[in-house]
């Protein structure tokens, strides 16, 4: 969940790795540093706790020279944040320094065993004991650094990504991975190492992907090199970017996140672009077309993902009962691996993340596949780890969503699945032709409909003033917009530290309506479709009982809107499509009473936009 970014070449490394660093904060800030090898051969660490900004004031008169260097931002997992917990770190000699993304299950046994050999340990952390052991491993072998790393990481239990220097080598740079993402940038005579792409796409657009349990060897003017920990050689595959430079900016929004609100009638578009023809009669999924046999002989479909995108797989749960007629369970992936499942050969696993790097997802899907299911994923990250290891997928083409509460990233992934239902139910003959082209049809206006919602952009940001003072929010909804519901709640937490609950509006009366009064806001997603008439009933009880309401509700609606105190409108749109209406003013709602409450909307507390540990 860290940010890694790392140089080799002839330009000066320092104001690369920091700019790299500011675009990988969103991974992590609680602390930052770099390592640096000068003309002299010196080995300079500089870290600093808090975001890059810090980081930069406490190197500002330090001497930063080199032409190669590695530098980190850290989301804390051992060892609480501080300078001394902060990446990189020294080796006990002082020869060697190491970033590190990912957990050590093991480090407590390595630690131990490197303490009996003299080895004593300044941080808390287990990437210490990593560099420590790799030190090791070279000095009692008469190992070079990369066969050292390599020989190291076989006594690794964990995930990792990571970078070395030597000193006594300042000419390269050993990186490897294993379950955490890394990738390469070739320039003309230079190398850069980064987490994501971020950092790389302002310099070159071609890339190599590290695969799980490589070593990479880059040296100056050489090409990569990369071993496998078994030692087998592999060939670097050279990528292109997808990735441009203005997409990882502001572009005159205040944050990225509201950036990224604004920016969903577009990515959806693009996400249906090739998929959904011209004229709105068809859609074709090429993960579909080619794996066509294993989604109509499938006797279910699990759905497994985290977070936001468990939210979006719980729309596809309805959407996908609906049209198709096949059971579907929905799974946090975090429980699914380790509760020993039942899977089946012919079941078929959807796997979302926006990242493809999502370590429990990733972990549940290499279980399913390895009882013989039928791996499908929805990934935004091309040639992240979880579409690499799919027998199928589908990418949403957002573009990189820096900020953590995901947004667009959601939307896509609710219509690559709703495109998905749809292509099952049409192939099975489970929905008529008359409804499947209906929906089509609907779907290509959603971008549309999008921009009338953003319209009210401004009277949303005006009431939600209103809402600083609220410690505690309900949202309720029911069928395809109970997850939206729940994914409101979770824009509000994460974002505004406000504690919020999701829920089906049928359930209130089984426990959270105890918890009405005027000091406790209610939001109620209440479009007019199929079960209008039951939340009408639910927001009067509400309202008998003090509650203060605001609605999203449909265009037209006079009875919702006359006993709400705000009420937001939404067009009218098929019941499986009002998830991607609905979903938007919730998200205004959370970005403005963070926005006002003064809180990191982009950087909130605690989080890390990409989960790559347990």
Known sequence: MCGIVGY?????????LIKGLHRLEYRGYDSAGVALINSQGQLNIYKAKGKVAELEAFAAD???DGCIGIAHTRWATHGEPNQVNAHPHYSESEELAIIHNGIIENYDVLKQGLMQHGYTFRSDTD???LVQLIEYTKRSTHLNLRDAVQQALNQVVGAYAIAVLDKNNPDAIVAARKGSPLVIGIGDGEFFLASDATPIVEYTDRVVYIGDEEVVWLQRDCDPEIVTLSNVQKTPEIKRLELTLSQLEKCGYPHFMLKEIYEQPRTLTDSMRGRVNVDLSNIALSGFIDNRERFLSAKRIIITACGTSWHAGLIAMYAMEEFARVPVEVEYSSEFRYRKPVINKDDVVIAISQSGETADTLAAIQLAKSKGAFIFSICNVVGASIPRVSDSGCYTHVGPEIGVASTKAFTAQVVALTMLALCIGREKGTMSREQYLHIVRELGQIPDKIERVL?????????????????????LGRGYNFPVAMEGALKLKEISYIHAEGYPAAEMKHGPIALISQEMPVVVVAPRCGTYDKIVSNIQEIKARKGRVIAVVTEGDTQVTAMADYAITIPETEECLT??????PLQLLAYHIAVVKGCDVDQPRNLAKSVTVE
């Open 8 to 16: 080799i070449g002839k330009r000066k490394a320092y104001p690369i």
């Open 62 to 64: 330090k001497d930063t």
């Open 127 to 129: 990437t210490e004991v």
């Open 455 to 475: 319209g009210q952009n401004k009277r949303i940001a005006d009431f939600a003033k209103t809402f600083t003072y609220a410690q505690n929010f309900i949202y």
């Open 579 to 584: 998830p991607l209406l609905s979903v938007i």
